[in-house]
């Protein structure tokens, strides 16, 4: 965390690291007790509501921050003033801390196992490898693509919107899985494809069919 000490941001790194393993633990429970759709469902909004809540707190840190560089140029001439800008600046700190807390809490049990659960369910045998190989690549090429623009967005709009432009597409992704993702809890293989039929439970899963490609005659 910014301006801590580095045996404070040691001490940072492992609480978060601590909620990533109890909070893994609990999906371990919770992926036996929810269908998937739930607990997907239910990890994206909580990922949602913590990155809304992590661009308030960077937008509450960079207004104490203003704040208090403008004392700082009248020399500090108001102490009580002085105060308010580095209680607002503690407070910034504390609020992303707690609302990365609650980023991963919502994550672990949710968005970090199941997505490689529900792929390994989700396609008929035909064409499993092939779909589990393109989803696995699309998801490191997506994790590529912010690791390489996030300093860039920073840079261009500030922290604040750059994690409000990830909630908002967080929300987009967890509106189409709510129409498109069937549930794939205790589902026979052999049945996979009923899943993508006009009669299942998701809204819009009849308009997707798996399609078996022909190979090009040699």
């Not at 000490?5 to 371990?28: K, P, R, Y």
């Not at 504390?94 to 919502?106: M, Q």
């Amino acid at each position: 965390m910014t301006g801590a000490s580095d045996q404070l941001a040691i001490w940072f790194s492992c609480a978060t690291a601590g909620i990533n393993f109890v909070f893994s633990l609990v999906g371990l429970k919770l992926i036996h007790l929810l269908s998937r759709r739930k607990l997907l469902l239910g990890s994206l909004g909580g990922v949602t509501l913590s990155l809304l809540c992590i661009s308030t707190s960077f937008a509450v840190l960079e207004n104490s921050s203003d704040h208090h560089n403008g004392t700082e140029r009248v020399m500090k001439r108001d102490t009580d003033e002085f105060n308010i800008g580095v209680t607002s600046s503690l407070s910034g700190e504390v609020l992303v801390l707690i609302s990365l807390a609650i980023y991963i809490a919502a994550f672990a049990p949710g968005l970090g196992p199941l997505p490689w659960t529900i792929n390994s369910e989700l396609h008929p045998s035909w064409c499993r490898a092939q779909a589990q190989g393109l989803a696995t690549s699309v998801n490191w090429v997506a994790n590529l693509v912010v690791s390489m623009t996030f300093l860039s967005l920073v840079s261009a709009i500030g922290r604040p919107l750059t994690f409000l432009l990830y909630a908002i597409v967080t929300f987009s992704c967890t509106v189409i899985l709510a129409y498109f993702l069937p549930e794939t809890k205790n589902v026979n293989l052999e049945s996979i494809s009923d899943l993508f039929s006009p009669s299942a439970s998701t809204p819009k899963s009849g308009d997707v069919h798996y399609t078996m490609m022909q190979s090009p005659s040699q």
